[in-house]
């Protein structure tokens, strides 16, 4: 098959591209930029390999990819228990070890077993019912409230301790 000798397609003109953004401008019409830029959140006292998870499932959801927020929000759960030493059985029997080994209150272990079945179900290929922003944002909270209990809480306080220690040697010296 002998090569077509077809002009180059040079795209749209300076003029071209002007005129388009001038008429978005000026008629308020909807623009999709592609590809789409996530939106991260940071996770500054969460280890680095759940941090990152965590912050790419908020990636996810800012493009409004929710299966894959949700997916990873399950993901983050299961590797915190795993982080904190509960690597064997199922994530629900990990979970419930977390909530009786004081790792997390039993209100917050009911939100990590709510992202497990959410995330169970993206696992699982149940894609029956649909899944829009408002169930991933729901769901990534829990996970907050997860990463929240079990590492930012506590990294939190301890730099409030560290503070009140600063201050008491100060006031003695």
């Not at 002007?18 to 623009?31: C, E, K, Q």
């Not at 830029?37 to 990819?65: L, N, Q, T």
């Not at 220690?165 to 006031?171: G, I, K, Y």
């Amino acid at each position: 098959m002998a090569a077509a000798n077809l002009p180059e397609d040079p795209g749209p003109t300076p003029s071209q591209v002007f005129n388009a953004i001038d008429y978005i401008l000026d008629t308020g019409a909807p623009v999709t930029w592609l590809p789409r830029s996530g939106e991260a959140k940071a996770f500054p006292d969460v280890p680095d390999h759940i941090a990152s998870a965590a912050s790419e499932a908020y990636e996810c959801f800012s493009i409004g990819a929710y299966r894959a927020a949700i997916s990873l929000s399950r993901a983050v759960v299961e590797a915190t228990a795993k982080h904190l030493g509960f690597g064997s059985g199922s994530l629900s029997e990990r979970i419930t070890n977390m909530v009786e080994g004081t790792h997390l209150r039993s209100t917050t272990g009911e939100m990590a077993h709510e992202v497990r079945h959410w995330g169970n179900d993206m696992a699982h290929g149940d894609f029956a019912a649909p899944i829009g922003h408002d169930e991933a944002e729901a769901v990534l909270a829990l996970m907050d409230e997860v990463l929240q209990e079990t590492f930012q809480g506590p990294a939190r306080l301890e730099r409030v301790r560290q503070l009140r220690r600063a201050a008491a040697e100060e006031s003695h010296a």
